[in-house]
């Protein structure tokens, strides 16, 4: 038994670092959002950097893991081989959840994760044991829900007090530096960089170092007790010492935002360490015990023993560290966390990653009627002279970057500045929650959120809100379920959900890949909208116009020749995953077109305005496609859905060599657009026409076939609706020809 019992804890360590892994995939958002987007140095540098304040702050981390010991339930009421059900159920939580939000994107907190898997796992086996009790337990005897109630309570609070400040700070902010800040330097630099870097420090004392574990209680009482002494002190020692640096041509607003993300990279490794291996180190002190009191009946050995603080060695958080620096630099989808947050909160626009919902376009509508309203009250002198101050077109940006160093140093220096605050007067906030409701108080104050992209933002910002609470209650739910089929399934059922959870990852990784090679072209569009030659954007608009018509006429030819082959063949299933195909790459397509439409605006205005025609017409037969395709899938899905006779073997004969004519024209546009090939067009659509008129030819027998009263009417209604969107098919297919040539070229129709 302490052999079986061995193993779990060291697959609770396994585990473990695959929640490192996932967990600083998701939390790198905090502090590498506003280097990343402001370019404040190379992305090496920024990663150096965070690499070095995670290390640092996981190695000096204190090691105290409480909340995974005794914070949500109380160990004395619980048994050996309870507690290590609800462990395994929580990381095998927590890996599936985490991973789940950075496929996604979007950013969400492992301290609710690991919170509320404990609560549903507690909540669970405190069903069972009540059920069982013969004693008089009650809930509050087994479970402390306090925790969970602090966690939700810091939810509202910290989206609440960082979305308003951050919306205030950077109002004031934008007004002192205007958008070309660097021509209102001179003395307001050594200030503004003095107040910065006393808030990271003192951020770093009372939120990092403080809790450390070379930390003394005198040290830390004399902290508490010179606190002012310090912010003076550094106030003054650092103004100094900022414009010093201004004096000597050194950027200050870069290194108050290269220390702010060693800052918050050093606490979020420091104070968050406890949500990937505190529930591993709390099997580990489990089994500890129970070894110690001579091993026995894991049914009977209770674990009061957990109520004990206890430090963690040094090697453990070392070893720690080491997993979070590997995981920072080489995960991907920690890229893909931070670039949603840094969407969100660009000033130039681009495409946007959300939709639209009900609740934004009244939160926009709302907001605008109130500003409206706060503006017709405002004297005209103050409104212009606010205008003035808020010129977008003297924005200086970095090369690619979203928004200027003034918000990224607001971003930082205020995220710090609210959690050390919050800490020293015992409120419960977020560190994620903070970070990212700041960055999206300083956009909206920015002026990032047009009335073009505002609704789509707030979208984005209430889904990531939403996302929140999603996974407390998916937490919750998961971790209730999982715990109880571990108690009653015993090892077997273990073992299982132990291989379900690897298996996800490994599944979901692959997912991930894919999906990243599918959005390749998304690199290209990122180049258009940060170059600034004009030349440059129209080449690369160009090959991203002609790499996504190929890529759309691959899938044209697949789900073509799918959708037709379903009907053929009578199978459902290929159908059914055609129709899943259209209506997916509907939603691509669209998106694809607003991208492309941003690249129009950056180019030439006499070239766009020569090529405007030929982009909507080639798009618009794109979107015609795509209609055909729909309308000839809905029949057939519904035809064979029903169970009516399958197509005849003389009508099958009949349409497949169109079918396959259809094909090859599809796959010789193909070869046209992606290698360039334009002199072949008039070829190509001379071909369309011959296909065409044996396409009506055929339209026209089967219309005359359909007057037989022997012939099947649901088999020819299907038949003779694939025959008529494949002849506009062809049409749409001749309109993209002409069009894609005469926008790629200065070729003229033959």
Known sequence: METIYLGLVIFLFMLAVFDLWVGVSNDAVNFLNSAIGAKAAKFRTIMIIAAIGIFCGATMSSGMMDIARHGIFRPEQFFFDELMCIFLAVMVTDIILLDIFNSLGLPTSTTVSMVFSLLGGTSGLTIVKLAHDTTGLSIADLMNTEKALSVIIAIFVSVAIAFFFGTIVQFLSRLLFTFNYKSHLKWKIGLFGGVAATAICYFMLVKGIRDMSFMTD????????????????????????MQILHWLKVDVFKVVVLLGTFALAMSFAGNDLVNFIGVPLAGFSSYQDYMA??????TQHMMGALNESAHTPVYFLAAAGIVMVISLMTS????NVVKTSVDLARQDVGDEMFGSSRMARSIVRTTMNAFNSVMSITPMPVRNWVRKRFNQDEIILANGAAFDMVRASVNLVLAGLLIAVGTSLKLPLSTTYVAFMVAMGSSLADRAWGRESAVFRITGVLSVIGGWFITAGAAFLLCFTITLIMYFGGAVAIVIMIAIAIARLVYSHKKYNKKMKAETSDDLFRQIVASKDKKETWSLLCQHIADNQSLYLTFVIDTYTQITDGFVNDDLRTLRRADSALRTE????????????VGLQRIDKDIAIEKNTWFHLGSNSCQQIMYCLRRICEPCEEHVDNNFKPMPMELVKEFIPLRDTLVYLLKRTHTVISEGKYNEVDEIRAECDRLKESLSRTRKLQMNRMQDVKNNLAVSYVYLNILQE?????????????????????????
Not at 293 to 298: E, F, I, L, P
């Open 586 to 597: 509907k939603g691509a397509l669209k998106k694809m077109r607003r991208k492309e439409m």
């Open 332 to 335: 991907k989808k920690a890229h």
């Open 218 to 241: 005198d040290m830390r009482a004399y902290i508490d007790g010179h606190s002012m002494t310090f912010i003076v002190g550094g106030l003054i020692i650092f103004t100094v010492l």
């Open 293 to 298: 009191a001579g091993g026995g009946d894991v």
């Open 726 to 750: 494949t002849q506009e098919l062809v049409s749409s297919l001749r309109h993209l020809l002409r069009a894609t040539r005469r926008f790629q070229t200065n070729e003229y129709d033959a």
